[in-house]
């Protein structure tokens, strides 16, 4: 709207000076004109015709410029073609040469015709060029009155420039003039805009405040539209929910079944459904995730998280004399559920802390374009290159010796992957491994607390 208004605005100023510039040179040399015409009137109605055939002028102009010598204003009387015409003295004994303006004066006799000429001085001079008949022979007589077009060219090009400076300085004034206009014209939308990203981060519920009639209807929807995804997230809860009670308990069943019975049969059905639970919780926390991650409103303070997750763990694994530090930026907040946010960091430390010898480090930093990232470090054994991308594998158990289900890396990637971030595995300054996960949310919002161990 601003480019918009400032482009018309400008064409409009252009045309404006350019139309000024014109009239005001219209106006100087139709003052001008005036003047030659004054000059070739007086010069007819002075000349006469002696018996012998030539011509006289009982009085010539009074303008003390025509008796100056080369002062730019001149005039002249002649018999057509004749060689020697009545000049004004500031001719200074030299003639205008009429040309083509004596030819159209004659060809149109009374009119006045109006052209340029190359004065004495070489100057370029407007001139007024009139034909008339004189004495019983009908022998055409030509009066012309010039002047030098020169000053009145300079006063248009110094009104152009003092129009040019004058409408720059309007345009100036009315950018800004227009910018405040839009600005304050929009200043309900921006704020509407800024209502909405408040939802989008968690800060607020709904769309709230005071705006124009026009915005109301709009906020209405949007609120519906807000209600809308958060009942269609809860079915989704609902139903995950449902299916993870409906197929828990017939593998729990055939689960102790198996435990109980002896032979391979057993065996293999007790492998089988465990291997089912596992692929349960692991797709079902995926379609919990990405429901989660497309829900609007979602928030968690990364500080508090680690925070709960960094005691418990602590706890754990103080007993075999490992460490556990971390940090968090003030401010960071996870774009999405809290126990989303756990299974993802906790998977990471609590990795870290079975492989780690002594020490393991975690910290939360704040990036730009509303992201955040999750760095946990260990001095364990750590992984080669082709073992990094193997313990992404869903499954994959790199040494079977360790507890768990060998999914805790591949969970992590998935559910990133849900919010639309990525999990990175790299050697760590410790000496072990170096898990670096980047994730939706960053610093707007609700500011978490800065924790460090």
Known sequence: MVLAALFSSSLLLVFGAAGLTVLFSRTVFSELDDRLSAVTESLLADVQLEDEGTLTLARRPTDPSYTRTLSGRYWQVSFAGAEDPITSRSMAGERLDLGSLADAAL???GARIIGRLEGPDGETLRAHVQALTFGEDGRWVLFAAAEDRAPADRDVVRFALIVAGFFLVFAVLLAISIAWQVRYGLAPVLRMGRAVASVRDGEEARITGEYPSELIPLAGELNGLLDHSR???????????????????PLTVLSNEARGAKGPLADMVERQTRAMSDQVAHHLRRARAAANARAIGARTPVGEVLDDLGRTLQKIYGREGKTLDWTCDDGIAFRGERQDLEDLAGNLMDNAC??????????????????????????????????????????????????????????VSDLARAYDGVLELDVSDLGGLRAQLTLPGGRRGLPGAETAR
């Not at 609902?238 to 409906?246: D, F, I, Q, R, S």
């Not at 946990?376 to 869903?394: I, N, S, W």
């Open 231 to 249: 009942e269609v997230v809860e079915r989704a809860r609902t139903h995950v929910g449902n299916l993870a009670h409906a197929l828990k308990t």
């Open 107 to 109: 060809a149109d006799p």
């Open 354 to 411: 079975k492989w780690a010898e002594r020490e393991v480090t975690v910290s939360a930093v704040g990036l730009e374009a509303g992201q955040w990232r999750l760095i946990v470090e260990d001095d364990g054994p750590g992984l080669t290159e082709d073992q990094r991308q193997q313990a992404l594998a869903r499954g994959v158990r790199l040494d079977e010796q360790a507890p768990g289900t060998g999914l805790g890396l591949a969970i």
